[in-house]
């Protein structure tokens, strides 16, 4: 297991994980990373009441969209595949595509997701990765991912 600081909790806190992903609030959905091999990820999302999209989704019954759920999915990954790039700060990870989403059950202000991600091929710009995301060791969201790495380049 690599071990990225000393806090008793955290393999990386969330401003570790901020100097790997280029994700900002409000996109941010990843607080911690509390495991990490070369194959094998386990972050933390805290869901807050105070969060915007709960402002919409939906009034007086706050869910946490599903979408947002495998964003999470794919950040946590995000952090696997860029922690083993030296030049990280040129590359981007993208959504490549999405299969066998399932959702379980409302995610809710309060939950803490636990998302763990496992690579199940990876080749030199592709890499196709199993998400499982639980909240008190019950799942409540599961898809297959495929992301790609790409060079950042400017905007034109």
Avoid: W
């Avoid at 939906?58 to 979408?67: A, E, L, Q, R």
């Avoid at 950040?75 to 030296?86: H, K, M, N, R, W």
């Avoid at 199940?120 to 799942?139: I, N, P, Y």
Wanted: glycine share 8%.
């Amino acid at each position: 297991m690599i071990a990225f600081s000393a806090l008793p909790h955290a393999v990386m806190d969330v401003k570790q994980i901020t100097e790997i992903l280029p994700h900002r609030y409000p996109m941010l959905l990843v607080d911690r990373i509390v495991e990490m091999e070369a194959e094998r990820i386990v972050g933390i999302k805290n869901v807050s009441a105070n969060e915007g999209f709960f402002a919409g989704h939906f009034p007086g019954y706050p869910v946490m969209p599903g979408v947002l759920i495998v964003e999470a999915m794919a950040q946590v990954g995000g952090v696997l595949i860029l922690s083993a790039i030296p030049d990280r700060q040129n590359k981007i990870v993208l959504f490549g595509g999405i299969e066998a989403a399932k959702f379980r059950r409302p995610v809710v202000p309060g939950d803490q997701l636990r998302i763990e991600i496992k690579i199940l091929k990876k080749k030199a710009s592709v890499c196709k990765m199993s998400g499982t995301a639980t909240v008190d060791g019950a799942v409540v969201a599961e898809a297959t991912l495929l992301c790609v790495l790409a060079d950042k380049k400017p905007p034109a």
